[in-house]
């Protein structure tokens, strides 16, 4: 039996029911009894429960905190885990972000890629294995999640309700096997100032960035001094020099300072460029007094500067499987009163916690500069060896006639929730990702193709 036929002859059925979900905004809103995520992410999951029933599968709606779709006999099951809700679509699109469309062999849309095809591609890899009778030693589950982007509190509900897959992966990140994701911190680093500015240049506020992932494409910064016009003239200089985009306005004796740099995932901090450190850097070249806000704004331009591993801070840290600790300072809000920054840390995956905030803490040591509100989500590593990652490379390897490769990412995907469980795909090797960007698309080849894969891989699983 050749469960890549049955697919191309599912080609039609596939595409259509990617467009079918496609078409519900499922953005997750006021939670309604039995709709823990709002009515929208709702009228998805009910959607894709339906289309498992018309496909013939065994279906159970996890109080609508999840659902799924299972065939097989056994005491384990093996699964995919896919989410059905949506990150808001934004702006600039060039097809309208909810239909669906079909143009150049691309159907754009929100979802398309995160996570609705690939969601649709399991469950048309599941009827394939069912149709071609394979004995297998365990039940299939294609499991939907609802949650996913803006909570996570659907696995965990999940895992209380149901027991966890023996083997699983989630179709939610790239090709081929992500078998590490590092140590994802979020934390503050907090002052209350007792001694406000007191030299001739006083800071008066500091303020940028959106959220701790993101690398910060603007800051502002408002100083008061008497030599305006001396700060404008080497803001302008140092601005050149850096070429970094700044500019400075004067009102009187007041300096308002612009500081935009190019914005980015918080994982990968060394392809954006972050505007709150380019000001702070700049700032730090000022004779600034010996007042604790000054002092505040020195310590991150030592400490931090322009760098993206933490060597100055010392916290730098690598390995083999997945590289150097990430260090974004994503958000800084700084009055006369208090200072506060947002940092997002990812450490490698075969580190801990404390390998990484024993020198933190060293370096906080004495400064009146305190940790506060840390978040930590654990690295997530298979060996290459373990057959989890065996498995997939297999199924990988023999559909794509390539060797499959192992990467470690920044972190973050459902593998960290779900255990037994890794990210495998949905995005090709080369291929660009338009996840959360205005017109995000899936290659309609790459959908089908998806399938047989994920049909292989689960019945490798299964097996
Ligand atoms: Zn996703």
Known sequence: M????????????IIASTQELVKIRSLEGEPKPGMPFGEDVDKALQCALKMSEKLGFKTVNVDGYAGYAEIGEGEEYVASLGHLDLVPEGDGWIHPPYAAE?????????????????VVACLYALKAIEEANLPMSKRIRVIFGTNEETGGLDIPYYLEKEKAPVLAFTPDADFPIINGEKGITIFELAQNFAVAGNGEIVIESIVGGNAPNMVPDYCEAILTCEKAAEVKSALEAFAKEKSYEMSAEIEGNKVTIKSIGVSGHGSTPELGKNAIMQLITFLATLELGNDDVSNYVKFFAEKVGMEVDGKSFGVYLEDEPSGKLSFNLGQINVTKERGLTVLNLRYPVTKTLDDMMTPLCKTL??????????????????????????????????????????VSIGGGTYAKEMPNTVAFGPTFIGQPSTVHQPNEYIDVEELIKLAKIYAYALYELAK
């Open 102 to 118: 079909i143009h150049d062999g691309k159907m754009y849309g929100r979802g398309t890629s995160d996570d609705k095809g690939p």
């Open 2 to 13: 050749d469960m890549n036929k049955r697919i191309d002859e599912m080609r039609e059925e």
């Open 365 to 406: 040591e004495g400064t009146g500069i305190m940790m506060e509100n840390l978040k930590h989500q654990e690295p997530l590593y298979f060996e290459t060896t373990h057959p989890l990652v065996q498995k997939l490379a297999k199924a990988y390897s023999e559909q794509m006639g390539e060797e499959a490769k192992f």
